[in-house]
């Protein structure tokens, strides 16, 4: 069973960086999809970023150029550094874990999720 620990959220003005951490065990460690997805109130689960083995990464067009999602393989740990926030990123950020052969930005194709940690842009 794959589980899932968020951590790193906070409040932050714009322009201001903030990085998310999700520790992750249970995953397989040769072939795996790990992604961090987010949750606006009042709106649909967006995919961010991910990364799968081979280091293919790909990013949601709206945080390209200032997110980067990057895994530490040695501490089991999954990042989403975050530079340039805007208030249009505010929303409470998951971290999954889905199938190698699946892995997508689209939430339908994960199963293992975590808690969740809240991410807030305002001046």
């Known amino acids: ?18 990085r998310l951490s999700c ?3 249970g995953h397989s460690s040769d ?11 009042g709106k649909a689960r967006e995919g961010v970023a991910k990364i799968a083995s081979g280091d293919l990464i790909r990013y949601a067009d709206s945080v390209k ?5 990057s895994l530490d393989n040695a501490k089991n740990t999954l990042y989403l550094q975050m530079d340039n926030l805007k208030p249009e ?18 939430a339908a194709y994960y199963n293992d999720w975590g808690q969740g940690t809240q991410v807030t842009v305002s001046s």
């Open 65 to 69: 150029g200032r997110f980067t999602i």
């Open 89 to 106: 990123d505010t929303a409470m950020y998951y971290c999954a874990s889905g199938t190698y052969g699946w892995c997508s930005l689209d």
């Open 31 to 41: 072939s795996y999809c790990l992604s961090w997805f987010r949750q606006a109130p």
């Open 1 to 18: 069973q794959v589980q899932l620990v968020e951590a790193g959220g906070g409040s932050v003005q714009p322009g201001g960086s903030l």
């Open 23 to 25: 520790a992750a065990s």
